[in-house]
């Protein structure tokens, strides 16, 4: 196996963990803006990872381009997007949870 390969392996994993975590992140988290918050993140990051590990094994090909290129489109438009949604969101009057006891969050929820 060569190092390109491992390097490669490296950054598929280390995407496809992040894209794990946001996603346990979105069925954890208790409301819209810390759920929109952990998909935004981890998943920009992770399918950056994701695809930069692609890039690396595809080595010095046209594909290894378009493969940079998608990143780049992805940094770009995903946290804008998550943006767009949170603020939308919170001009249609969702309220972040803002308590911090877990009484004030049931609370919170079932209003």
């Known amino acids: 196996?060569?190092?390109?390969?491992?390097?490669?392996?490296?950054?598929?994993l280390s995407g496809a963990f992040l894209v794990l975590i946001g996603s346990i992140g979105v069925v954890r988290f208790p409301d819209f803006f810390t759920r929109t918050h952990a998909s935004g993140k981890c998943d920009t990051l992770g399918l950056a990872l994701v695809l930069l590990g692609l890039a690396i094994h595809e080595g010095g090909t046209l594909n290894t381009v378009k493969l940079i290129l998608i990143a780049v489109f992805i940094g770009i438009a995903n946290p804008t997007a998550t943006h767009a949604l949170a603020r939308a969101a919170f001009k249609l009057g969702i309220k972040p949870l803002l308590s911090?006891?877990?009484?004030?969050k049931q609370n919170d929820l079932a209003d």
């Open 1 to 12: 196996m060569a190092l390109h390969d491992i390097i490669g392996s490296i950054f598929l």
């Open 100 to 104: 911090t006891s877990k009484e004030e």
